[in-house]
């Protein structure tokens, strides 16, 4: 496995673990009548739309498949 690789698979488990951590807060934290798996994975998706390391990783994430596939 290359550096590039090895990189793309560690950011991979990055934005897993900050996905995994904002869910767990927004399930253990909203209460709602609404709440359901449809409406705590769109609440999750709107976190993370502003979470700025989320994000970071997205971006390094991009980066880093668009110089692994020319």
């Known amino acids: 496995m290359n550096n590039v690789s ?6 991979r488990a990055q934005l897993d673990t900050v996905r995994q951590a904002v869910a767990a807060e927004v399930d253990s934290t909203w209460t709602s009548a609404w709440k359901s798996p449809d409406t705590v994975d769109a609440k999750v998706r709107a976190r993370l739309a502003g979470h700025k390391e989320y994000q970071a990783l997205r971006v390094r994430q991009r ?5 692994s596939n020319p």
Do not use: C, M, N
């Open 63 to 67: 980066e880093l498949e668009k110089g």
């Open 6 to 11: 090895a990189e793309l698979e560690a950011v």
